[in-house]
């Protein structure tokens, strides 16, 4: 545990919605497929964001703000990986019953209660990531539940949904969106906020992981599982975390949290002790440019050669405030440049926690403070852009510096590859949602249930028990097995080779993974590919040694076989003719090493041969070899 928390004495709730893509033929609501491209895009298009008033008058502000500004999206797409549907110019097709079928199957699994008709709903999202301006979701199942160690962990429900368009970058005021994944059928997986620690949290991901992995119809590879996370502590507020894609992030996003809570809860005690109140922080700005007209700051210098401006604001006995660390290398000045980023599309701010530095000199902080007369416990924020931006920068400031005096601001929040999270928007309110009346309701009757529930996949614990008495491996490489994408294939080569089972579940998770880490391009090798390789190991054409040679020829070698890798690799098993010739060669070169050490010699010996005839000849039969020699 980091820092020593106790997570249950300060009352850590967290929540997991767990994302994941199905692997279905079609997408959700069209016969597109649910691929990713990674081509130019065939065509594009341009739409201008439309803030939507939902049916509760509620208008997200972000989204509205964003609009304000002149914000237009520009659409990429190929015509094999989207239709009209997604360009929101033809309705959306009849649901996808294959991905019902998935979703309804892991509700199943996780004793959920399904639902007797099912009815599509639209749930307002207007950032641009779906061209309607709403997504579609629809509950499969409610009210199950998942066992995690001894916990039994609520599921509130099993959802399906359409995922989102990919955003590729921004460029001024055009935002990049490509819909080819707009469509992918996701389920989605809600547990109750009953996870108390960050440990937890990622068992539970994990848990649930494994059930929709074990209906053996889920999409693999990194950003096809999402997790989101509300986390909550006592006097903090709760918190979405947005995307964390990755499992090990889990525990470490919710212990960046707590940590950034609690010390946001301190700081606000503190400052209200100093006497600070919120209206105490004034939209007062100040034209600091002439304080900067000689300055060796490159960023400043830069913005003044095109004639723009630098802005201060004062934050009132905020000094040493800013540069309070609230997770790893982010401080509260971090938390406030991002508001400005967010806000007023400037690069970043300066403050007075950080200066003298970046060229700015200890003459022109003076200067700075007497112009925005400054006392000596208040902080100082500037930014240098142009003047509209500045302004809406420095305003953003204002609003976060006051928050920090009240408390922890509700937040919407995305995962940072480190585990650390930035400002994505202010947290909207309630899902907003509402029926799509293009869709008609899919009833669930009693026979279609019968049918799906009637050949439901085994559950993971199940699954391992029977691998390590099946097979008998050991625990560490059965739980390897039976995580990995290839469990299924392993089967399959033990059933078919003689192969011991170990050889084959070390190959296929270690020796893949070191093959991976080195760059070769595992994935190009088919499963196909990989049963002739042990098929090969079988009828001794093929020594195990040769393994990884092999599969690193034929990821470059896509439709060729094993047999023309084995050839013109020079890999064809030694006769045992030409071995016996070999060994012979190398017992006389070490005749000396021989009359002195007898039989011991025989672990060089084993060295020298092997390493003459790696991937040509087994060990096995290497060594009883040598051994009979040697007794002669
Ligand atoms: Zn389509």
């Known amino acids: 545990m980091r820092l020593g928390i106790d997570y249950e004495k300060i009352g850590l709730k967290v929540g997991l919605e767990i994302h994941q893509q199905l692997d279905t033929s079609a997408k959700l609501f069209c016969n597109c497929k649910p691929e990713l491209f990674r081509e130019e895009p065939e065509l594009t298009f341009l739409r ?33 990986t989207s239709c009209l549907v997604e360009m929101d110019e033809e309705p959306p097709h009849p649901l996808n019953m294959e991905a019902v079928e998935i979703a309804l199957r892991s509700g199943l699994m996780m004793n959920a209660k399904p639902v007797d008709e099912i009815h599509v709903m639209r749930k307002t999202v207007i950032d641009g990531s779906n061209t309607t301006g709403f997504q579609r979701t629809c509950v499969i199942a409610l009210n199950g539940d998942v066992k995690v160690g001894e916990k039994l962990v609520p599921i509130q429900h099993v959802s399906l949904e359409e ?3 990919r955003k590729m970058g921004q460029e001024g005021e055009i935002i990049r969106y490509r819909i080819d994944r707009l469509g992918i059928p996701l389920v989605e997986v809600a547990t109750a906020p009953v996870i108390n620690s960050p440990k937890e949290a990622k068992e539970v991901a994990l848990a649930i992981g494994r059930v929709l992995r074990a209906t053996g119809k889920v999409k693999r590879g990194l950003g096809t599982i999402r997790q989101d996370l509300n986390i909550s502590i006592p006097n903090g507020a709760l918190m979405e975390i947005k995307g964390v894609q990755e499992l090990e992030l889990v525990s470490l996003a919710v212990e960046y949290e707590v940590q950034r809570q609690l010390s946001l809860i301190k700081i606000s005690e503190e400052l209200k002790k100093n006497g600070i109140e919120e209206n105490g922080v004034k939209e007062e700005f100040f034209d600091v440019t002439d304080v900067f007209k000689q300055t060796k700051c490159k960023v400043i210098r830069k913005t003044l050669e095109k004639n723009q401006q630098v802005l201060a604001v004062k934050l009132p006995k905020f000094k040493g405030f800013l540069k309070r660390e609230l997770m790893p290398d982010f401080r509260l000045g971090t938390e406030m440049a991002d508001r400005a980023r967010f806000w007023g599309r400037v690069g970043g701010i300066f403050h007075t926690d950080e200066l003298p530095a970046y060229g700015i000199t200890t003459e022109e902080v003076e200067k700075l403070k007497k112009a925005v007369k400054a006392e000596e416990h208040d902080a100082i924020v500037l930014v240098a852009d142009k003047p509209e931006n500045t302004e809406d920068a420095l305003r953003a400031v204002v609003e976060r510096a006051r928050e920090a005096i009240k408390g922890v601001p509700q937040e919407t929040r995305t995962s940072n590859p480190d585990g650390t999270t930035h400002y994505m928007r202010p947290r909207p309110g309630a899902a907003r949602m509402y029926p799509e009346t293009d869709i008609p309701p899919i009833r669930i009757t009693e026979q279609y249930l019968k049918h799906v529930g009637s050949h439901l996949p085994e559950m993971p614990e199940q699954k391992l028990e029977r691998l390590m008495k099946e097979y008998g491996l050991n625990k560490k ?9 290839r469990s299924e294939l392993f089967e399959a080569i033990v059933k078919e080779s003689q192969v011991s089972p170990t050889t084959v579940a070390v ?3 270690e020796t893949l993974k070191a093959l991976k880490r080195d760059g070769v391009q595992v994935d190009n090798v088919s499963e196909k590919r990989i049963r002739e390789i042990f098929m090969s190991i079988n ?46 060669k190398a017992i006389r070169a070490s005749k000396k090493l021989i009359e002195e050490r007898g039989i011991n010699a025989f672990g060089v010996l084993m060295g020298i041969i092997m390493k003459e005839v790696r991937g040509r000849a087994n060990a096995g039969s290497v060594s009883e070899l040598i051994r009979k020699k040697l007794e002669q």
Not at 477 to 485: A, F, G, R, V
Not at 568 to 578: A, C, D, P, Y
């Open 539 to 584: 009828s001794e054409e093929l020594t195990k040694e040769a393994i990884p040679d092999i599969i690193s020829w034929l990821s470059k070698h896509e439709n060729k076989s094993v047999k023309e890798a084995i050839s013109s690799l020079g890999l064809e098993v030694l006769s045992k003719k030409e071995l016996e010739k070999i060994v012979d």
């Open 163 to 165: 995922d989102a368009a």
């Open 477 to 485: 490489l059965t739980k390897q097995i039976s995580d990995s994408e």
């Open 507 to 509: 190959f296929l998770t």
């Open 48 to 80: 201008s964001l439309r803030p939507t008033q939902s049916e509760l008058g509620q208008v997200d502000p972000a989204a509205y703000f964003e609009f304000q500004k002149g914000v237009r999206i520009l659409y990429e797409a190929t015509t094999t």
